[in-house]
């Protein structure tokens, strides 16, 4: 499959990275040759010079023989100028734009068919609702839903005073009172995927935990993390992301206070989210956010542009004993390097959205039994993708133990209808059931029977 990447940038080279490793044949196009050429050094990828949004380059990156063209270049306008012009040069090309202006957002999707657009993406809105998922859910430093929010893979720290450190998982039903499964182990920087029972739970592990969600509450009640409901969130940055979230936890009732340095931008916020507190200030001042009641808060949300300055801004809080904390970061790269700091649940915008168009691509690449929903988790070493049972996929009604399946994969969940269940070597799938597998990250499924080693 051919494919055309329009931009570059932090969100451009991060899909890259993942299409280009599962062998997509992949055209990356910007302006500025200093970025393509360091693209070109770590990627298998061929890259264009010039504006995506013109004829003569798409001409040039081979527009007429591409299935799918990714534009996600810095404005909005050039991403939609870019699908447009592709599709009318090449109408059965699929077309995936980046929208992040909040005035763009229902114009683009109710007028996606005028703009040729196969799917909007918009990262900063999607990592919105990642957060306001979280802070709903205290004490889960990251939270992934499947089958319609039946089954969720949350993801836990084995810290030195956890009910769960030193406990075998075959034993961790006697400790978690609740049905849940340990689907992987992230442990000195490496994941572990469908780990066995008789791995032994350490200080330090982050462990991803498949629940139905009635579930969810109990186990955080029974391993003794039992947080006070969020009523008042202090967000860092009055960017894109934070005036969608601040949004989203007015309308939940939330107490929501946004600092931001720019004194016109905090004119712009309080005049769009009016249920909100929008204090101009420099927030890498500790008196000033002592000032703002930063000890008090119930959590600590920090969205600025600057990764580090959010990093230390987290760090901060956490010394302050903040109840929740949340950082955004951008760069991917600093995965490994901040794996260890307290600075709670980490949100990368970018990442969800590269999420989100390699479900789309890999549908596009199998179109009976493609993904419905694919999750990076275990800092992209390990992906929960969720399948729909068809008439072509093998072993259905069968009992799991009896199916053969490939190293490093496990099914974490089945949902028929209204029912859903944490698997046991006793359970089947049947045709239109929802199932969700866990991968290693070397590992690409493109259906489910994928997972089969037979």
């Known amino acids: 499959m051919k494919i055309l990447i329009a931009g570059d940038g932090k969100l451009g080279s991060t899909i890259a990275r993942q299409l280009s490793s599962e062998g997509y044949d992949i055209t990356?196009?910007?302006?500025?040759?200093?970025?393509?050429?360091a693209t070109m050094e770590h990627y298998d990828v061929i890259t264009i010079e010039g504006n995506a949004a013109t004829m003569p380059v798409l001409r040039q990156a081979g527009v007429d023989e591409a299935d799918l063209l990714i534009a996600v270049m810095g404005e909005d306008e050039l991403n939609l100028l870019s699908c447009m012009t592709a599709h009318a040069m090449n109408p059965s090309i699929h077309t995936i734009a980046?929208?992040?202006?909040?005035?763009?957002?229902?114009?683009?999707?109710?007028?996606?068919?005028?703009?040729?657009?196969?799917?909007?993406?918009?990262?900063?809105?999607?990592?919105?609702?990642?957060?306001?998922?979280?802070?709903?859910?205290?004490?889960?430093?990251?939270?992934?839903?499947?089958?319609?929010?039946?089954?969720?893979?949350?993801?836990?720290?084995?810290?030195e005073d956890s009910k769960l450190k030193d406990v075998s998982?075959?034993?961790?039903?006697?400790?978690?009172?609740?049905?849940?499964?340990?689907?992987a182990v992230m442990r000195d920087g490496k994941v572990i995927a469908g780990p066995d029972g008789s791995l032994v739970l350490e200080e330090g592990d982050d462990i991803y935990v498949a629940a139905s969600r009635e579930n969810l509450t109990s186990l955080l009640h029974n391993i003794g993390i039992i947080k006070k409901k969020t009523k008042h969130v202090l967000i860092v940055g009055g960017g894109k992301l934070s005036y969608y979230l601040s949004q989203m936890l007015v309308k939940d009732g939330l107490g929501v206070e946004i600092i931001e340095r720019n004194p016109q931008r905090c004119l712009e916020l309080a005049d769009a989210i009016p249920g909100a507190t929008v204090v101009q200030g420099d927030a890498s001042s500790t008196e000033f956010l002592e000032g703002e009641g930063l000890s008090d808060t119930d959590a600590f949300v920090t969205l600025t542009g600057l990764d580090e300055l959010n990093i230390i801004l987290s760090l901060y809080g956490y010394k302050k004993k903040v109840s929740q904390i949340i950082t955004k970061v951008s760069r991917v790269d600093y995965g490994a390097v901040i794996s260890d700091l307290p600075i709670g649940s980490v949100i990368s915008p970018k990442e969800l959205c590269c999420s989100n168009i390699v479900r789309y691509v890999r549908a596009m690449r199998n179109q009976k039994g493609a993904a419905l929903t694919v999750h990076s988790i275990a800092e992209g070493q390990a992906e929960a993708v969720e399948f729909i049972v068809d008439e072509n996929t093998r072993h259905v009604g069968e009992e799991l133990r009896n199916i053969p399946t490939k190293k490093n994969t496990l099914i974490g969940g089945i949902t028929r209808g209204s029912h859903s269940e944490i698997p046991n070597g006793l359970s089947s799938f049947e045709v239109g059931d929802s199932v969700v597998v866990i991968c290693s990250g070397d590992t690409v499924l493109y259906s489910l029977n994928d997972i089969f080693d037979d």
Not at 28 to 37: G, H, M, Q
Not at 169 to 183: F, G
């Open 98 to 159: 980046r929208i992040r202006d909040p005035e763009y957002a229902e114009q683009a999707y109710s007028m996606r068919e005028d703009f040729a657009l196969s799917l909007v993406v918009n990262p900063e809105k999607h990592a919105a609702h990642e957060i306001e998922r979280l802070l709903k859910y205290p004490g889960f430093l990251k939270y992934d839903s499947f089958a319609r929010g039946r089954i969720d893979i949350v993801e836990l720290k084995i810290s």
């Open 28 to 37: 990356l196009i910007d302006r500025n040759p200093a970025v393509l050429e």
């Open 169 to 183: 998982l075959q034993n961790l039903s006697n400790i978690v009172n609740t049905q849940v499964l340990v689907v």
